[in-house]
C-alpha cells in the first residue's frame, strides 16, 4: 500500500472514531437551545435527592409541539402528567370526574359551586386553595380565547378557602365536562406570570405528578418524580417523553427496549408487538375517534338526497372498518358517535345494499344511456370526488375501497388524496377525515352539535359543519338542551338529534377508533385511556 | 486560481436568490393554509373560525402579496435573520445553528464510513477485474445503490436493534446511537463510490504511463498504489460536492426514521406543518452548504490536479 494510501485510510479511520465518539448530550446541550428550561434551582435539587433508587420510564409520543402552559393550548402538560384539570374525563364513562375539584353543585341555573381538593400543592410548593383556583381560571379566561369562548364566565367566586363559585353569562348545564379542557389545567397564576415568557417551566406553576424539567418542542421533554403530589409518591424517578413521529419506528423502538411505552401504534404494528418477547399493547377498547366521511351538500351531485342514500347504500362502511380498524383498534362507527358515550338502539344507519343503491339512483333519473357502465343524467356522466388527506393512514385506504363499490352502482370516482385543509374548499364530494368525537368533556350534544354545525359548536361558529349541512331541523331538537343538566336527558336529546343526522346521511361513519399504546411487560399500573387527554398518571412505574 | 474563485463567488448571490426564489413560489403554491394550521397547533381540540384564520393571516403577514413577502424575506435573510417558525415561535436561524451539528455529525460519520469501504474495495476490484471479488463487489454496489435508504434503515433496526440487541434503535448522544444512522445513510454512496473508483482505477490503469511504469519493472503492487491511485481518485474528489448533496437528503429521512434531532428532522416536520419559514429557512441554508462545499471540492481537483489550473492559452511553465 502506498504511503498516500495509508495516510488516507488513517485520516478516514480517524474521522469516523472521532465524529462516532463525539460526546453530545441528549436532546440539547447548548445554551438557549431549549424553548423551556429548567429552573435547576432548590425544587429540581430536592425533587431530584427524592427521585433516586427508581427508575425512569421512557415513552415515545408522535407530538411533542404545544407550549407546556396550559393556556397557550398546553395539552402536552395533561397527557404527561404535568398539570391537573379541576375535573377529568372518565376512562369508562366518558363523562367529567372530579380531579383536582371533590364535587360540583348545579345551584342556580346559571351558577355552579365547586369544591376544591385539599393538600395539594404546586410544584413551587405554592398552596393550591380556592384563591389559586380563581386566580388560575381568571388567568386562563384572559389569555386563551378558546377557554373564555367556552366557559362563558361572569364571575368566579371565593367562598371558602376550599369552595369558589362561578356565575356565567349563559346557562352552562356541563360546566364540569367544559373544565376538562387542557387549557383550564390549574396554574400558579401569579408565578406563571412572574416567570415570563419562555420560562415557564421555571414557575413551577403545575400541580401534576411529575414536574418539567426540560422541553425542548419536537424532541424532547424530560420530568421527574413529584414527591409532593397529593396522590402519593409516584413510582418512578421521572418521565422522558421522546418525540417520535414516525410511527414504525416508535414500534421498532418499543420492541429494541428503548422505549418503554409508545403512544398510538398502528394495527400492524400491535400485532408485531404482541408477538414480540417483552411487549404488548393496552387498549381501552372505546373508540373515541371516528373516521367518517364528510358529505358536501352544495356540489350539487350530493345535495340530492336520493344519490345521498344510494351512496351510502352502495358503501360496505362495514367491509372498509374491518380495514382500517380491525378488532383490537376500532369497530365499525354505524352512528356519529361511540356506544359508550350514547347508545341510540332506535337509530339504524343506512346500511350496505347495493340493489337499493340502484334503485334509488333510477328514481333519481340515472341511466346508463351510453353503456359505458357509468350512469347518466342530462348527457353528464355521474361523477363524485373523494377527498383526504394521508397523515392519517386510514384516508386513502377508505377511499379507494370505496372507489371500488361505488363503480359497482355506476358512479364513477376519483380518489383526491392532498391535504386535511382541502376540506374547506369545493373541490369534494365525500372527504375523508379523521378526529375525535369525544370534546366538551363528554357531552354528546356538544359532539353531535359540533359536528352538525349548529351553535352549539365550542366555536360558536359552527365551524366544523365542512359538508355545509342544513342542521336547521336540529335547531329545535337541541334547544332545550341549554337548561338540561343530567346526563340522561341530554343523552335523550343527542339520540334524537343523531336520528336526524342519519336519516339525512349527513355524514358517513366508517370506523371508531381505539387509542392502542405499546407497552412493555416491565411497565407497571398502566392505565390505557380512550382518548388522548391523559397518557400517565401517577400509578405508573417500571418493574426491575 | 485567484480569478477562478473570484468568478466562482461571485455566481454564489446569483444561485442562491434564484434558489430561494423558487422555493419560495413554491411553497407558496403548496395546499394548505399555515395560517390554520398555526391555530390548530395552539388549539387542536378546535377547529379555527374564518375570522381567526384571517386575524392570524395578518399577524404572519400572509396577507400581502407574494413578491412583497418575498422581498421582505430577503431583505430580512440579508441581516440574518430568517424568521421565526410558525409552530415553535423560535427564530428560524437558531434552530438551524442547532440542528448543524447533529447533522453535519451523521453526514461526516456516514461520508467516513463510505470511503472507508468503497476506497479499498473498488481499488482491489479493479485490480482484479474479472475475478469473483470484483463480481461480488459489483453486484453489492448494484443493489447498495438501488436499496431505498429508509428499507436499509428499517432492516438495519430490526437486525441490530430488535433481534440481536446490539444497537439502540434510535437516540442521539452516544457513539452506539450513531452506527446505525451512519451505516443506513452510508450505502447509497458508497455504493455509487465504489463504482466510480473501480471504473477510474482501471481507466488509470490503462494508461500510457502506466505501461511504462510496468515496463521498467515495478511490480504491480506498487504500480497500482504509487502510480496509478492519485489520478483515480481524482474523481472521487469531484464528486464529494454531489454526494455531500445526497447525503443532506438521504438526512431527511434517516433522521425521521431514527429520531435523530438534525436538520432531516426540523424539515420533515416543518413541512407536513407548513412552517414556511423553517422550510425556507433550511432550502436556502443548504443551498448555500452545497454551494459551497461544491466550490471547495472544485478547488481541491484543481489543487490536486494541475491540468485543470490551465485553461485555452495557457501553458505549463518549466
Avoid at chain 1, 388560575?136 to 373564555?148: D, G, N, T, Y
Wanted: proline share 6%; hydrophobic share 45%.
Amino acid at each position: 500500500m502506498s504511503h498516500s494510501l495509508r495516510i488516507l485510510s488513517s485520516v478516514l479511520a480517524l474521522l469516523f472514531l472521532l465524529v462516532a465518539c463525539t460526546p453530545a448530550a441528549p436532546g440539547t446541550t447548548s445554551a438557549g437551545a431549549s424553548a423551556e428550561s429548567a429552573n435547576q434551582g432548590s425544587q429540581s435539587a430536592a425533587v431530584a435527592d427524592a427521585a433516586t433508587e427508581r427508575p425512569t420510564l421512557t415513552a415515545g409520543v408522535i407530538w411533542l409541539d404545544s407550549p407546556l402552559d396550559p393556556v397557550e393550548g398546553g395539552y402536552v402538560s395533561t397527557q404527561s402528567a404535568l398539570s391537573e384539570t379541576l375535573f377529568r374525563l372518565s376512562g369508562t364513562t366518558l363523562s367529567p370526574e372530579p380531579w383536582l375539584a371533590t364535587e360540583a353543585t348545579h345551584v342556580a341555573p346559571f351558577i355552579w359551586r365547586i369544591g376544591i381538593r385539599e393538600g395539594v400543592k404546586f410544584h413551587n410548593g405554592n398552596v393550591m386553595d380556592a384563591q389559586a383556583v380563581k386566580a388560575s381560571l381568571e388567568r386562563a379566561i384572559r389569555l386563551s380565547p378558546a377557554a373564555a369562548d367556552t366557559l362563558s364566565v361572569d364571575t368566579i367566586t371565593v367562598e371558602d378557602e376550599q369552595t369558589i363559585t362561578i356565575k356565567t353569562t349563559v346557562e352552562q348545564p356541563t360546566l364540569p365536562g367544559l373544565l376538562i379542557l387542557p387549557a383550564l389545567a390549574i396554574t400558579d397564576a401569579a408565578a406563571a406570570d412572574a416567570a415570563g415568557e419562555g420560562n415557564f417551566i421555571a414557575a413551577g406553576a403545575l400541580t401534576g405528578p411529575y414536574i418539567p424539567i426540560e422541553y425542548t418542542p419536537k424532541e424532547r421533554l424530560d420530568s421527574v418524580s413529584n414527591d409532593d403530589y397529593w396522590g402519593g409518591t409516584p413510582p418512578l424517578a421521572g418521565i422522558k417523553h421522546i418525540a417520535i413521529p414516525d410511527t414504525n419506528s416508535r414500534e421498532l423502538a418499543l420492541q429494541a427496549g428503548d422505549i418503554d411505552v409508545a403512544i398510538n401504534v398502528s394495527p400492524n404494528g400491535a400485532q408485531a408487538i404482541n408477538a414480540h418477547q417483552g411487549t404488548h399493547t393496552e387498549t381501552s377498547g372505546i373508540g373515541t375517534s371516528l373516521v367518517l366521511w364528510w358529505v358536501n351538500f352544495e356540489r350539487g351531485t350530493l345535495a340530492d338526497p336520493l344519490v345521498r342514500r344510494a351512496v351510502a347504500h352502495a358503501i360496505d362502511r362495514e367491509s372498509i372498518a374491518g380495514l382500517v380498524a380491525p378488532p383490537g383498534s376500532g369497530s365499525f362507527a354505524e352512528l356519529l358517535l361511540p356506544d359508550a358515550l350514547v347508545a341510540c338502539p332506535g337509530v339504524n344507519a343506512l346500511g350496505y345494499d347495493p340493489d337499493a343503491a340502484r334503485n334509488l339512483l333510477a328514481q333519481a333519473g340515472y341511466a346508463d344511456s351510453d353503456g359505458d357502465g357509468i350512469l347518466d343524467k342530462d348527457g353528464q356522466p355521474l361523477e363524485i370526488i373523494i377527498g383526504g388527506y394521508p397523515e392519517r393512514f386510514q384516508l386513502p385506504i377508505m377511499a379507494e375501497a370505496a372507489q371500488a363499490m361505488l363503480t359497482d352502482v355506476g358512479i364513477k370516482t376519483e380518489v383526491l388524496i392532498t391535504e386535511w385543509s382541502v376540506v374547506k374548499e369545493p373541490a369534494w364530494d365525500l372527504f375523508g377525515w379523521y378526529n375525535t368525537v369525544v370534546q366538551g368533556g363528554g357531552d354528546p350534544v356538544f359532539n353531535i352539535s359540533k359536528f352538525a354545525g349548529l351553535k352549539g359548536d365550542a366555536s360558536g361558529s359552527g365551524t366544523n359543519n365542512y359538508g355545509h349541512y342544513d342542521a336547521s331541523r336540529l335547531v329545535d331538537i337541541v334547544a332545550p338542551s341549554t337548561s338540561v343538566s343530567d346526563l340522561e336527558g341530554r343523552k335523550d336529546i343527542a339520540c334524537e338529534a343523531l336520528a336526524v343526522v342519519t336519516e339525512d346521511a349527513a355524514f358517513l361513519p366508517v370506523a371508531h377508533v381505539n387509542m392502542v399504546y405499546g407497552v412493555s411487560d416491565r411497565v407497571t399500573g398502566f392505565q390505557a385511556h380512550p382518548t388522548s387527554h391523559y397518557f400517565f398518571d401517577h400509578r405508573v412505574g417500571l418493574s426491575e | 486560481m485567484g480569478a477562478y474563485l473570484i468568478r466562482r463567488l461571485a455566481t454564489l448571490p446569483l444561485l442562491l436568490l434564484g434558489i430561494s426564489a423558487a422555493s419560495f413560489a413554491l411553497l407558496n403554491l403548496a395546499p394548505g393554509d399555515p395560517a390554520e394550521i398555526v391555530l390548530r397547533q395552539r388549539n387542536p381540540a378546535q377547529l379555527p373560525s374564518s375570522a381567526e384564520v384571517a386575524a392570524m393571516r395578518i399577524e404572519l403577514g400572509l396577507d400581502a402579496p407574494l413578491p412583497v413577502q418575498y422581498t421582505r424575506w430577503v431583505s430580512r435573510a440579508l441581516a440574518g435573520d430568517l424568521g421565526q417558525s410558525y409552530v415553535t415561535e423560535q427564530p428560524v436561524a437558531a434552530q438551524l445553528a442547532r440542528r448543524t451539528v447533529p447533522t453535519a455529525l451523521l453526514t461526516a460519520a456516514a461520508l467516513a464510513l463510505a470511503l472507508l469501504v468503497a476506497v479499498p474495495i473498488g481499488i482491489l476490484s479493479a485490480r482484479r477485474r474479472g475475478s469473483s471479488l470484483d463480481a461480488v463487489a459489483r453486484l453489492a454496489a448494484l443493489v447498495g445503490a438501488a436499496a431505498p435508504s429508509y428499507a436499509l434503515a428499517y432492516g438495519l433496526i430490526i437486525l441490530f436493534a430488535v433481534k440481536l440487541s446490539w444497537l439502540p434503535a434510535l437516540g442521539y448522544g452516544s457513539a452506539a446511537q450513531m452506527i446505525l444512522p451512519a451505516a443506513a445513510l452510508s450505502l447509497a454512496p458508497m455504493a455509487q463510490l465504489m463504482r466510480l473508483i473501480r471504473a477510474s482505477m482501471l481507466e488509470t490503469l490503462g494508461q500510457d504511463y502506466i505501461r511504462t511504469a510496468r515496463a521498467k519493472g515495478l511490480s504491480e503492487q506498487t504500480v497500482a498504489t504509487g502510480h496509478a491511485l492519485r489520478n483515480a481518485l481524482l474523481p472521487v474528489i469531484g464528486a464529494m460536492g454531489v454526494h455531500l448533496g445526497y447525503l443532506l437528503s438521504g438526512a431527511v429521512i434517516v433522521e425521521t426514521i431514527f429520531t435523530w434531532p438534525g436538520l432531516g428532522q426540523l424539515i420533515v416536520g416543518a413541512a407536513l406543518t407548513r412552517d414556511y419559514p423553517v422550510v425556507q429557512g433550511f432550502v436556502t441554508y443548504i443551498a448555500v452548504v452545497v454551494l459551497l462545499v461544491n466550490l471547495v471540492a472544485d478547488v481541491a481537483l484543481r489543487v490536486a490536479d494541475p491540468r485543470l489550473r490551465f485553461g485555452r492559452g495557457e501553458r505549463f511553465r518549466f
